[in-house]
C-alpha cells in the first residue's frame, strides 16, 4: 500500500497565455465569481478554519480545474488511508504473498519485493487509473465519484454531505500521517506502532 502512494500521479497544471488587458479583466472577474460560488458549496471546508488555501493555490482557477484539484485530494486521501492501514498490516508481520518471506519494515519489504510482484502493483494501478478515466467521461460525473453514488443521492441529503466531508477529514489527516510515518522509518528506522506500543 506504501507503493501506491509513493507512485501516486502529482498533479500538474498548463498554463495559458493571457489574452488582451480588457478581455483579461472581464475573464479574471468571472473566474473569482465562478471560485466563489465553488467555494460556497465546496464540501471539506469545516469551521473554525472554512475554506482553506494558505499559499493560493486556487486563486484565480475556475471550476475545471478546482475539480480537478478535489480528484486528486480525493484520490490522494485514499491512497494515503489505504496506505496507512498497510503500512500497519505489514508492520505487524502479516504478508500474505511470498511465503511471509519479506521484512516487517515496510521501505525494506518493498526493496525485498521481487519483479514479478513489482509488475503486479504496476498493472493493478494501471487497470485502476484506466477504469477511472473511463468513469470520468460518465455525463453527470462528480470528482472523485467512481461508483456514481451521485445518481442515487445528491448533496441535498445532509447524512451524504457529511460521509463525503468525513472522508476528506481522514483523508487530509491520512495524508500528513502517512508522510510522518515514512520519514520515521526513513530517517530512524522507526517503523512500528508508536501509540500502541513500542518501536520496532
Known sequence: MLRLALLSIL??????????????RVAST?????????????????????????IGL????????????REAELKHGRVAMAACLGWYVTASGVHPAFNSQLSSDPLKAAAEL???????????????????????????YNPGDILGAAEWVDNTDEGWVDYQTKELQNGRLAMLAISGIFVQDLLFGKYGDAVFGPFK
Open 58 to 69: 486556487s486563486r484565480n482557477k475556475d471550476d475545471a480545474t478546482m475539480k480537478l484539484y
Open 11 to 24: 498533479l500538474s497544471t498548463g498554463v495559458a497565455f493571457a489574452p488582451s488587458v480588457p478581455t483579461a
Open 114 to 140: 521481487p519483479a514479478v510482484g513489482w509488475i503486479q502493483f504496476v498493472l493493478g494501478c494501471g487497470v485502476i487509473e484506466w477504469m477511472a478515466w473511463k468513469i470520468k467521461e460518465r455525463p453527470g
Open 30 to 54: 468571472a473566474r473569482v465569481a465562478s471560485l466563489s460560488a465553488f467555494k460556497d458549496e465546496m464540501i471539506g471546508a469545516i469551521p473554525p478554519v472554512g475554506y482553506f488555501d494558505p
